[in-house]
């Protein structure tokens, strides 16, 4: 995926609420985060795991949990998150289990 300038980390309260949706939604943990990491612990077994791409393979599952979260809170409460809000979430899911993916959990 190719990199723009509003892609930047920047801790926000939207950010964090995005996270926390995102670690937090079983739907989303099932059908998002589960094959991901599946996916991201194979290629850490090869030694091909590559922290750029996994970042762009957690961004596509922070996209997907924004999405369902307008959609769950639209009525009510209309969020919308930025580019930079989804790419910080990316990052902050790499680093949390890539972690948990050495430790071989």
Do not use: C
């Not at 009525?75 to 902050?92: I, L, N, P």
């Amino acid at each position: 995926m190719k990199r723009t300038k509003s892609m930047i980390y920047k801790e926000t309260p939207e950010s964090t609420e995005l996270l926390l949706y995102t670690r937090n939604t079983s739907e989303i943990y099932f059908r998002h985060i589960v094959p991901a990491l599946d996916n991201l612990r194979r290629k850490y077994k090869k030694g091909t795991y590559n922290s750029e791409k996994a970042v762009d393979l957690w961004y596509h599952v922070a996209t997907t949990s924004a999405t369902r979260y307008n959609q769950e809170f639209s009525g009510e409460f209309q969020e919308a998150f930025t580019v930079s809000d989804r790419f910080t979430v990316a990052v902050d899911l790499e680093r949390h289990y890539h972690e948990e993916i050495k430790l071989g959990n």
